[in-house]
């Protein structure tokens, strides 16, 4: 048995490796598609040369927070998005950010930290990923560092009470349910109006003013944001000081969306995707559809089959030894009895 057991396993293997390849061209299959083999844009330098003369300060003044909502369909319609999220986008706001703001000066707080310690927010990093996702560069760790030293070491809030901050106040507003409630349904096919979207975002804030973001994207004007504004201290909502409208002379007004233009709030539905898998496996060869779709189990259960007959044959050879000794074993007691009692 013992060179018959490795004769099996020696057939198993080449199978498994099989599999194993099998799994790799359908993980890669599954990939979002890049657009040239050129490696992904680095993410620019965060701050600008350290002053040692001048160094940051630990507090800086600033009179409101704004709390940035993403709407994951419009930041994965950019070219920029490579992570395997976009291929299926949760349908909800995710975190952008929650930014110090002064309305007082031009100069924005920032960089007044360049420490980042991801060890201490170890222990909330799952509800990070789930509701502070990357969606164009896939590391969410580098994400959160940016947003921390840009933004969140001017907050005059702690590294770990930032981010549980930013979680709790991510949680405060349903945007899609008030949306919905106005009657605007996410649709890459429909538009709406202006302020049919602005009323129904400042009803989820209980009617205070929020900022929309929007952007260029589907050969349309999509949504890309939502800014809510909070108290410096306080963390309640409140008006946002001015509403974002297109400035041509007023480059920080870059990325507001346009009163005159109907907003599309993109969505590619779950169902429409199957649907389209359906179709395109239709149209497919049957070698071809056997090969993608179905070879990846037969191996799974032949692996299994081949694996459950292994270990019958060892159990019964097994047990055929053991019963095959045992008269050999009864006679050999006998005559050492025999010869005990002679």
């Known amino acids: 048995m013992s060179a ?4 099996a396993l020696r057939l198993l293997l080449p199978l498994l490796h099989l599999l194993a390849l099998q799994q790799l061209r359908v993980r890669a299959a599954a990939s979002p598609p890049s657009p040239s083999a050129a490696p992904l844009p680095p993410r620019p330098p965060l701050c600008p040369p350290l002053n040692v003369s001048a160094p940051p300060p630990t507090r800086v003044h600033f009179e409101l927070y704004v709390l940035s909502l993403h709407w994951p369909f419009s930041v994965c319609s950019r070219p920029t998005a490579h992570s ?11 975190i952008g950010g929650l930014w110090p703001l002064s309305t007082s000066r031009s100069a924005q707080p920032t960089c007044c930290a360049r420490s980042f310690s991801l060890s201490t927010i170890f222990d909330i990093a799952p509800a990070l990923r789930r509701y502070w996702p990357d969606f164009e560069h896939a590391d969410e760790a580098a994400l959160w560092r940016t947003q921390w030293v840009l933004h969140g070491s001017c907050s005059g809030l702690g590294l770990r009470t930032y981010f549980k901050k930013v979680l709790e106040l991510s949680r405060r507003y349903d945007f899609v349910r008030a949306l919905n409630s ?15 979207v602005q009323n129904a975002l400042n009803e989820a804030t209980g009617g205070y003013r929020v900022r929309m973001r929007c952007e260029k994207a589907l050969n349309h004007t999509v949504l890309h944001a939502v800014h809510v504004c909070l108290h410096n201290t306080r963390f309640d909502t409140i008006n946002c000081p001015h509403t974002c409208v297109i400035s041509t002379n007023d480059s920080s007004q870059q ?9 599309y709030i993109p969505y590619w539905s ?10 395109h496996d239709a149209a497919m060869p049957a070698g071809q559809l056997l090969v993608t779709k179905y070879l990846p189990w037969l191996l799974r259960a032949f692996a299994l089959l081949l694996f459950l007959l292994v270990m019958l ?25 025999a010869r005990i009692s002679g």
Not at 4 to 7: E, K
Not at 84 to 94: D, K, N, Q, R
Not at 270 to 279: K, N, R, T, V
């Open 4 to 7: 018959r057991v490795p004769l």
């Open 84 to 94: 395997a999220l976009c291929h299926y986008p949760p349908p909800t706001f995710t």
């Open 182 to 196: 106005h009657g605007v349904v996410a649709s890459t096919n429909k538009a709406h109006a202006f302020e049919l």
């Open 255 to 263: 990325g507001c969306c346009d009163p005159s233009k109907r907003i």
């Open 270 to 279: 779950h169902a429409s995707d199957s649907s389209e898998e359906g179709q």
């Open 313 to 337: 044959y060892w159990l019964c050879t097994s047990l055929l030894r053991s019963a095959a000794a045992s008269p050999s074993r009864r006679a050999s007691s006998r005559t050492q009895y």
